[in-house]
């Protein structure tokens, strides 16, 4: 299993301003993640973290919003920029532990949930 | 693309009573599949999963098939707790690892 701690656990910011969300693993882990769940919605997936390259984005989502790090295994941050109401989500982190397959339980931090005035 | 349909909610029962969430997959591959459960206030947490056709996922009572022939993994539990209200979340993974999810469905369990 794999212990995932996000910081800050909750956020109100005002728009046009930027918050940079921060997920940490007890452990090294093969794949990270971020998702978001806008209010009431399912969880859609951003991008994929990739260690020491460039995120892998999902359609709708761009680097210049969502810019993402992931220096090392254990740690990764999401930026959300430039932000507006329709950015109030919970963010969170999600990976799957080193060595394991697809099939394996892919693990979520406990998301921050954050507010755009 | 991948795709999962599950039930609209919200579902509101007594305790005891048997409960059904309804889940549907479209997947170019050969999936796995998952439930999730969001307890109120909580993280979002593994619930149970099947990687293969006919499995049968279990845990806490709750049970789900993996039926490809009708692309189906139905959420079922036949005595529900008032412990058990919660938002559940039916998701797939294909060869990527990523995950894709149903809408959500809201239960709540009456005393």
């Known amino acids: 299993s794999a212990v995932i701690s996000q910081k800050p656990s909750r956020d109100i910011c005002q728009r046009g301003t930027s918050l940079t969300i921060q997920c940490q693993v007890d452990?090294?882990?093969?794949?990270m993640f971020w998702y978001r769940q806008q209010p009431g919605q399912s969880l859609t997936l951003i991008a994929t973290a990739n260690q020491g390259s460039e995120a892998t984005y999902e359609s709708g989502f761009v680097i210049d919003k969502f810019p993402i790090s992931r220096p090392n295994l254990t740690f990764s941050t999401l930026t959300v920029s430039n932000m507006s109401p329709e950015d109030s989500s919970i963010y969170l982190c999600?990976?799957?532990?080193?060595?394991?397959?697809?099939?394996?339980?892919?693990?979520f931090g406990p998301g921050t949930r954050l507010t755009v005035l | 693309g991948n795709s999962v349909t599950q039930m609209e909610g919200p579902v509101t029962l007594s305790e005891e009573a048997f409960l059904t969430i309804n889940c549907t997959y479209t997947?170019?591959?050969?999936?796995?599949l998952f439930w999730y459960v969001q307890y109120p206030g909580e993280g979002l947490q593994l619930l149970l999963k099947?990687?293969?056709?006919?499995d049968k996922g279990s845990n806490k009572g709750f049970e789900a098939t993996y039926r490809k022939e009708t692309t189906s993994f139905h959420l079922e539990k036949g005595s529900v707790q008032v412990s058990d209200s919660a938002v559940y979340f039916c998701a797939l993974s294909d060869n990527d690892y990523k995950l894709s999810f149903g809408a959500g469905t809201t239960v709540t369990v009456r005393a």
């Open positions: 999600s990976v799957v532990p080193s060595g394991g397959s697809r099939t394996d339980t892919q693990y």
């Open positions: 452990s090294q882990v093969t794949m």
């Open positions: 997947a170019t591959g050969y999936p796995s």
């Open positions: 099947a990687t293969k056709a006919d």
